[in-house]
């Protein structure tokens, strides 16, 4: 899954098509040095400067209508040092590819979302994460970067070097400079395994505590309409691995996860009232399986139907009530829901704008079928989100600005601070980041 470009528009397009750009150019630097002469000559020609990677964002955060920066060439393990354990990679890396390549080095990330198609840099600015009780987001384990900022300079950052940027950069929305490459924290090569099983949904938020506390990884799946839940819990494992069976993993991940859903998606488009009798048969389709494999392929799973996403993060104690409350007025209303919402958690982090910056937080996300109507049901959710004091995900659709996000983070004066001393003209700006940041 990629962005489309058209070379005869110029039209830029994010993967769910809901964000479309018209760049003036494009530029495709094949070393940090051409970066940072792209970013100058944008400067001469007054210019502004984003970088994309895949458009997995669902929001504008990478639009731009002057200079667009791919950074596919700017891919590959620059070094590894096992002494330290850590591994710097160029920025423009896709996840998938950093993921085989550590695996071929006995090496892993100690978390994952659950995809892996976009680049480091795309992933780590908009706040990725997937589940754990004590391991964060993907930006939580970085310990150092390179960034070219509006003047042609690059930064080196980490706890020991400019600490201040490095604490606001590993989540900079692409407002501080452009990422060039990443220092992550690794660890050795481990298994994990996974049990999934269905479950009801007044179950999971009555023992929710519990399951946390005894998983490492915990996340389950609502389908609205129903009582039903999809559960996963990870933990670390001695081995041996038992992966999923090819035949069965086609049959539950492609077929059913991806081309059933896809044609169910369908139907409930074009039949929006049949959409609760297909949430019904969906939350039954997937059996219980247990398997062990190496720890990415565990944490990710293939995406292949388009939809739109909005997702909060909640104080981890008020996920009960927020999603009672979703689901009410899901109930209530005449929505048609036929995407399952999705929960999971994170510990508290030191990341000045991370979702989970300062506490430790529970995940809602929704979803629409691309090409359905979206705002009623995200307007409502948004609502119920907002009341308990929800910040949004960076990369997901919300309608937050600086204001209600000045309120949200206590760090967020910093991170404005630093944004108008690295770049006082706005080079890396765009209507997102003017909206969600201030002027």
């Known amino acids: 899954m990629s962005t489309t470009v058209s070379g005869k528009s110029g039209t830029w397009r994010n993967w769910a098509g809901n964000v479309t750009a018209h760049p003036v150019r494009e530029v495709v630097p094949a070393s940090v040095e051409e970066l940072s002469a792209a970013v100058c000559k944008a400067a001469e020609d007054g210019l502004r400067v984003k970088a994309v990677g895949t458009g997995h964002s669902f929001t504008a955060a990478a639009a731009t209508d002057g200079v667009l920066i791919r950074p596919q060439l700017l891919t590959g393990i620059r070094r590894i040092d096992r002494e330290a354990g850590t591994v710097t990679v160029e920025a423009g890396t896709p996840l998938k590819r950093l993921n085989v390549a550590l695996a071929r080095e006995g090496l892993s990330l100690t978390n994952m979302g659950d995809i892996m198609e976009q680049t480091v840099s795309g992933a780590t600015s908009t706040g990725t994460h997937g589940t754990g009780r004590d391991s964060a987001s993907i930006a939580a384990q970085i310990r150092g970067l390179e960034l070219v900022t509006a003047d042609g300079s690059v930064l080196t950052c980490s706890e020991k070097e400019n600490a201040d940027v490095f604490a606001a950069a590993r989540v900079g929305l692409g407002a501080l400079g452009i990422i060039t490459a990443i220092t992550f924290a690794v660890e ?12 009801p949904l007044d179950r999971v938020l009555a023992e929710f505590d519990e399951l946390w506390t005894e998983n490492e990884h915990f996340e389950f799946y609502w389908f609205p309409h129903t009582g039903s839940t999809n559960t996963k819990r990870n933990n670390r494992s001695a081995g041996p691995p038992k992966p999923v069976g090819q035949l069965s993993g086609w049959f539950e991940d492609e077929f059913l996860s991806n081309g059933v859903f896809q044609v169910a998606n369908w139907v409930g488009r074009a039949v929006p009232a049949a959409v609760p009798a297909i949430a019904g048969v969906s939350s039954r389709a997937l059996s219980a399986r247990t398997y062990t494999d190496i720890a990415y392929r565990v944490f990710t799973s293939p995406r ?47 990341i000045t704008l991370s979702t989970a910056s300062g506490r430790d937080s529970a995940y809602i996300a929704v979803h629409m079928f691309r090409g359905t109507s979206y705002q009623a049901y995200f307007t409502a959710a948004e609502q119920i989100f907002t009341a308990h004091g929800g910040r949004p995900h960076w990369g997901k659709v919300h309608t937050r600005d600086a204001d209600y996000l000045a309120e949200a983070y206590p760090r967020f004066g910093e991170f404005t601070a630093l944004r108008d001393r690295l770049d006082p003209d706005r080079r890396f700006g765009n209507d997102y980041l003017r909206r969600t940041l201030g002027a």
């Open 304 to 350: 292949r139907v388009r939809f739109v996403e909005m997702e909060y993060a909640v104080p981890r104690e008020a996920l009960a009530e927020t999603l009672r409350e979703l689901k009410a007025m899901v109930d209530r209303s005449t929505l048609r829901v036929s995407f399952p919402v999705e929960v999971r958690t994170a510990p508290a982090d030191d």
């Open 188 to 199: 050795p090569l481990f298994l994990l395994t996974a049990r999934e099983e269905p479950m």
